[in-house]
């Protein structure tokens, strides 16, 4: 049996034979839901939406602390993290100048002459009295000090004279003091004077060994040092290494050297010299002069050559004439200053290397044999060991050192 149709089934049929009415409901219908849908819209969305700014609220100290926020332009540098300055440069301090070496005293440097010469008498000189024992022996000592024979004999007669029978002690006070005068008298009374207007012109005379192209080199050094331009002239054509040497010393003391060919004409070489010193004005040209030991005459010779082409521009040339003696030679020193007064001039002596020497004594036999004025003592290799002759000064050095 059939069942009766169902509200339902009546509705639809009837929509379905009226298909406006049906279209027309279907519109309310779903108007109806729209409108249900958005009552409900705002306060979903009003949730969603607070939910992220709380959970943003409760976090921000966390993250802030993690996370720097970043600036809407970022800086070059970041602000968390700065990067520090470069320092400033300090300028360093100039370094102190290296202080100069301590100037060695003359008594060290005279320590061997003063106890060849000086230290020996205490074994000679006892306690006693001066009698002809002590003669005797005193005679031996002062022979084979390389005063010579005649100043050796003089010192000896002063002692028999101002000492004898005396205490014996009387005798080294009476022997300094007989020295002292032997060298007074051949201390340069007063310092070289230039000649102005310049140049002033040296001739350097000595044999190969002597020290004299050393000698020159460090009387240049002094003489620039003191402000005074100077011109060397490398005069010693025979000895290969002598210009080359002399050019060393040339450089180191700022002094313009004048050269010319091995074994060439030494007079040739001082013309130059003193040509180049005119015309640059120089205050001091000092010429090397060859070393050979020669006969008599031909050192005349040379040497009367190179004072007469030297006079030419300079009549009074050489102002100054200094011979160089090495004081190891002892007793030859003597021999080779007998040779060279006799055919130069020599206006002073220079004696070197007495730092290195038992035989200095010769100074003594020099100056009274010569009675040339001694202008200089080489006591070192440095440029300030070319020293200036004081005879009380020398001779207290003897004395303290012995």
């Known amino acids: 049996m059939d069942q009766a149709p169902t509200l339902i089934d009546q509705a639809i049929a009837w929509l379905t034979g009226n298909a406006a009415i049906a279209i027309a409901v279907s519109s309310s219908l779903l108007s109806a839901l729209l409108l249900f849908i958005d009552s409900r819209w705002p306060e979903a969305e009003g949730e969603d939406a607070q939910a992220p700014a709380e959970l943003a609220e409760a976090a921000a100290p966390e993250v802030a602390a993690e996370v720097p926020s970043e600036p809407a332009v970022a800086p070059a540098v970041d602000e968390a993290e700065p990067v520090a300055a470069e320092p400033a440069e300090v300028e360093q301090p100039a370094p102190e100048p290296e ?3 301590a100037r060695v005293s003359l008594r060290e440097r005279l320590a061997k002459t003063s106890q060849n010469l000086v230290g ?11 009698d002809q024992d002590v003669i005797d022996e005193l005679e031996a000592l ?16 002063t002692v028999k004279q101002r000492a004898m029978g005396q205490d014996a002690s009387q005798v080294r006070a009476v022997l300094r003091e007989a020295i002292v005068e032997k060298l007074a008298k051949v201390e340069a ?3 070289v004077v230039l000649k102005t207007p310049g140049p002033h012109v ?3 005379l000595g044999v190969n060994g002597s020290g004299k192209t050393t000698t020159i080199g460090k009387l240049a050094a002094q003489y620039t040092r003191a402000g005074k331009k100077v011109v060397l002239g490398a005069g010693d054509t025979f000895r290969a290494a002598a210009a080359e040497q002399l050019q060393v010393w040339g450089e180191r003391s700022g002094a313009e050297v004048i050269s010319g060919k091995e074994g060439g004409d030494p007079a040739a070489v001082a013309f130059d010299t003193v040509k180049a010193a005119m015309a640059r004005e120089a205050d001091v040209c000092i010429i090397d002069t ?10 005349m010779e040379e040497l009367a050559k190179i004072n007469r082409i030297i006079s030419r521009d300079l009549p009074d040339a050489p102002h100054e004439c200094l011979l160089v003696l090495d004081s190891n030679t002892g007793q030859n020193a003597i021999s080779q200053a ?3 007064t006799e055919v130069a001039g020599v206006t002073g002596l220079v004696l070197t290397k007495l730092d290195g020497t038992a035989k200095g004594g010769v100074i003594v036999g020099l100056a009274d044999e010569f009675a040339i004025p001694v202008r200089y003592v080489g006591v070192g290799e440095g440029v300030d060991d070319l020293r200036e002759f004081h005879a009380e000064e020398f001779v207290d050095a003897l004395f303290e050192a012995g």
């Open 120 to 130: 020996r008498l205490g074994r000679v000189l006892g306690a006693g009295t001066v």
């Open 142 to 157: 002062l022979f084979t000090a390389d005063l010579g024979v005649t100043t050796a004999e003089d010192l000896l007669e």
């Open 99 to 101: 202080p100069e070496p």
């Open 189 to 191: 009374a007063e310092p």
């Open 202 to 204: 040296v001739l350097v």
């Open 338 to 340: 007998q040779l060279f």
């Open 290 to 299: 060859a070393g050979r030991l020669q006969t008599k005459k031909p050192l």
